[in-house]
């Protein structure tokens, strides 16, 4: 007979499951797939900026959903408080980038779009930290879930 684990256990694993897929998602978008469509000498500069935009979007909306997901995971593994923690801060960066970032940062291509030069700003430096940082928050969360198990 195969051994069974606690239901908590199988939420424990799950969580650890989904977010290091979520951080592997993270790495191929943000820190590969993007950057090499700027590079792409034939791809316009427009058009990689409209590219990018539909990429980020569609990457976000699934990343709401990863938060969630790992929400509930915690909630079903009576997850300790720094992972509630830790999930929480992905969840809030989640947001940040979903509700104010990548909005802010529509509209600069929307300028960009019109052939009009956006003014200077940081908010894609924020963004690009902010992917970092989440990436460090998924990999801890994984180990920290992997370390209380």
Known sequence: MA????????ARIALIAVVLIWAGMLLGVSFL????????????????????????AAFGRLEIALALASGGLALLGRAPRLIWLLVALLG???ALQAGWLRPTLDARVDLILQGQPPPPASWHQIYVVLEGVKLLGLLLTAW?????G
């Open 33 to 56: 797939a993007v950057p090499a469509q700027f590079g792409a000498p034939s791809l316009p500069r427009p058009v990689a900026f409209d590219v990018v935009r539909q990429v980020f």
């Open 92 to 94: 809030l960066m989640v």
């Open 3 to 10: 051994p069974t684990f606690p239901r908590a256990d199988r």
């Open 144 to 148: 920290v879930a992997h370390r209380t």
